[in-house]
Nanobody, 115 residues
Framework: QVQLVESGGGLVQPGGSLGLSCAAS????????MGWYRQVPGQQRELVAR???????NYADSVKGRFTISRDNAKNTVYLQMNSLKPEDTAVYYC?????????WGQGTQVTVSS
């Protein structure tokens, strides 16, 4: 099991940057995959970015070149750096961990991109 706590959301203007953090309640070194998802009301939750324990990353096409996911095993934390933000990036962002084929989620953090 793991508890995940996201932080760093907020309001930002289009073209701006924002960094999200996801702190885990246990060591993440052995967690195969951790990632960020986002959800807009009335829509399905979608994968934004994922990173494996060996550092392999994959991104949604809509965020490639703008978002960067990273993990710091020593701090049990996963990060999402978001640059060149667009209004369509507005959503609740959730941290995710996959352990023994089970999904664990944080409570979510709101990101709003608006002028």
């Amino acid at each position: 099991q793991v508890q995940l706590v996201e932080s760093g959301g907020g309001l930002v203007q289009p073209g701006g940057s924002l960094g999200l953090s996801c702190a885990a309640s246990r060591s993440i070194a052995s967690i195969y995959a951790m990632g960020w998802y986002r959800q807009v009301p009335g829509q399905q939750r979608e994968l934004v970015a994922r990173i494996t324990s060996i550092g392999r990353r994959n991104y949604a096409d809509s965020v490639k070149g703008r978002f960067t996911i990273s993990r710091d095993n020593a701090k049990n934390t996963v990060y999402l750096q978001m640059n060149s933000l667009k209004p369509e990036d507005t959503a609740v962002y959730y941290c995710n961990a996959v352990i023994n084929e089970m999904n664990y989620w944080g409570q979510g953090t709101q990101v709003t991109v608006s002028s």
